[in-house]
């Protein structure tokens, strides 16, 4: 008997009268590393949503670590659930010091306010900040840190909470090539750690997938194309299927990559 961490079982989302998905179902389980790609429009980002209980369905079961939607309060949740995005960190304080977001993100907070902490709470928001490379400008303003290294701060705001789910939100999108190896190499070693119990990955690109991560899923137009193991879901006809073009998937040494293959003019 399986206890998924994320069960969702024939959801449909619909804004007014567009269906964004329809009869979805996704399985996560525990103890596994899971890269979702898809096209722009496909429902990833929106989908994660659901599983951080942050946005209802129109329709279906979602269950997230034992809870089912509906029986649950969802910010009891949000302390279990650590997500990490972009859209998240547009919204953190600039005057604010990395090692302030993080401690904040202790009580689901995005600053400290009239919250208690103590020196256990200081110093994970220290050791998580040094594990992420950020030990040397953990007491600088958030606003005066290199994009990678806001992306940083906010990989370990949702590490703070020690979340049973880390869902990581297109973490490596408009970081430089450095940056960005730099984060695969931190999420890499992440994933050898035995918590959080699971963790869901968003990305456009194969590229962005850390090594370690063992499932995938490709949505397209709202649907997925295959779900499962990772060498059995990233492969040419599936990533084909899903953006239209045709591709050459690559694994070497635990990376992905892809490219288009040439064709014959028409």
């Given at each position: 008997m399986t206890d998924p961490a994320v069960e969702v079982v024939d959801a449909t989302l619909a804004f007014g009268d567009r269906v964004l998905w329809r009869d979805l179902n996704l399985s996560v389980q525990r103890g596994e590393f899971l890269a979702v790609l898809g096209p722009n429009g496909s429902g990833k980002t929106t989908l994660m949503s659901v599983a951080a209980m942050r946005l209802w369905p129109t329709a279906g079961t979602v269950v997230?670590?034992?809870?089912?939607?509906?029986?649950?309060?969802?910010?009891?949740?949000?302390?279990?659930?650590?997500?990490?995005?972009?859209?998240?960190?547009?919204?953190?304080?600039?005057?604010?010091?990395?090692h302030d977001l993080i401690?904040?993100?202790?009580?689901?907070?995005?600053?400290?306010?009239?919250?208690v902490y103590d020196e256990t709470d200081h110093d994970r928001a220290f050791d998580l900040a040094s594990r992420l490379g950020l030990g040397g400008r953990v007491e600088q303003a958030f606003e005066t840190l290199s994009a990678g290294e806001r992306r940083r701060v906010s990989i370990a705001r949702a590490l703070m909470p020690d979340p049973d789910l880390l869902i990581l939100d297109e973490p490596a999108a408009n970081l430089d090539l450095?940056?960005?190896?730099?984060?695969?190499a931190d999420l890499t070693r992440l994933a050898a750690r035995p918590r959080p119990l699971a963790t869901i990955l968003v990305t456009h690109h194969l590229e962005e997938i850390p090594a370690g991560f063992d499932h995938a899923l490709v949505l397209a137009d709202g649907?997925?194309?295959?779900?499962?193991?990772?060498?059995?879901?990233?492969?040419?006809?599936?990533?084909?299927?899903?953006?239209?073009?045709?591709?050459?998937?690559?694994?070497?040494?635990?990376?992905?990559?892809?490219?288009?293959?040439?064709?014959?003019?028409?």
């Open positions: 997230v670590l034992g809870e089912r939607y509906g029986r649950t309060d969802a910010r009891d949740m949000w302390r279990r659930v650590g997500v990490a995005s972009s859209a998240l960190e547009g919204t953190l304080r600039g005057d604010l010091t990395a401690l904040s993100a202790r009580h689901g907070a995005t600053e400290p306010w009239w919250h450095a940056a960005r190896e730099w984060l695969l649907r997925p194309v295959a779900a499962g193991r990772i060498g059995e879901v990233l492969r040419d006809d599936v990533l084909e299927a899903a953006f239209g073009l045709p591709l050459t998937v690559i694994h070497h040494e635990g990376r992905w990559t892809v490219r288009a293959r040439a064709t014959d003019p028409a």
